[in-house]
């Protein structure tokens, strides 16, 4: 069993659109919940992370953790066409370890 | 541009060849990190630094892979005797000691990778 399920998508949406893009992890270990955008042919960008359960807003972008369900959500409102990329969400464990595990990715695709 | 950098972008080598990567981290990043992606999937985590101690090693990381950062600033990654296998994108992240917990890991800033193709 993987530690990060992610769905592959594709994901395809009208610009303005609320997006909904969902990971599930399999240890309770885990603490910190990160969501990363790529772009083709780029590397990772960091969007935002969030400690422990509960919701975490930064403009547009909302990270939902729910612990209890082992269950990692990233919404878009008011989506927009430089949206469009893959989204991968990460777990971390903490402590002095390093690894994050990244899900497979979400390709999201808004059309104007 | 004072992101993490990596060199080359773009790596074409024949099978059983030797290749190496750098890596530049963020300027005062203690922390620096390797991972492989490959189309389709995330990226898999292949080793890490705190200053120049490589603290974590993955699985992945056969007999032929050998990472280093001498002096606790930039890294490299060596293949030795490339396969078809070692296709990939290899990214490089760094991060700082800064953070809850003691520990920043969770705040890995990537570079843009390097694309490695065995023909």
């Known amino acids: 069993q993987k530690e990060v399920e992610q769905d592959p998508g594709p994901l395809s949406v009208p610009e303005g659109a609320i997006v909904s893009l969902n990971c599930t992890y399999s240890n309770s270990a885990f603490q910190y919940f990160m969501w990363y955008r790529q772009y083709s042919r780029k590397g990772p960008e960091l969007l935002m992370y969030?400690?422990?359960?509960g919701n975490k807003e930064d403009g547009r972008f909302t990270a939902q953790v729910d612990k209890s369900s082992k269950y990692i959500s990233l919404f878009i409102r008011d989506s927009q066409p430089s949206d469009s990329a893959t989204y991968l969400c990460?777990?971390?464990?903490?402590?002095?370890?390093?690894?994050?595990?990244f899900g497979r990715g979400t390709q999201l695709t808004v059309w104007p | 541009d004072t992101g993490v950098s990596q060199n080359p972008r773009h790596k074409i080598t024949k099978r059983g060849q030797n290749v190496t990567f750098r890596c530049d981290p963020i300027s005062e990043h203690n922390r620096l990190y390797w991972y492989r992606q490959t189309l389709g999937q995330g990226p898999e985590f292949l080793t890490y630094?705190?200053?120049?101690?490589?603290?974590?090693k993955s699985r992945l990381l056969s007999d032929r892979f050998s990472a280093e950062r001498p002096k606790g600033s930039f890294s490299t990654l060596e293949i030795q005797r490339t396969e078809q296998g070692d296709s990939a994108m290899y990214l490089c992240?760094?991060?700082?000691?800064?953070?809850?917990?003691?520990?920043?890991?969770?705040?890995?800033?990537f570079g843009p990778g390097t694309r490695l193709t065995v023909t």
């Open positions: 992240a760094s991060s700082s000691r800064t953070g809850l917990a003691g520990g920043s890991s969770y705040e890995q800033y």
């Open positions: 969030t400690y422990s359960s």
């Open positions: 990460a777990v971390y464990r903490g402590s002095t370890l390093g690894r994050l595990y």
């Open positions: 630094f705190q200053n120049e101690a490589q603290l974590e």
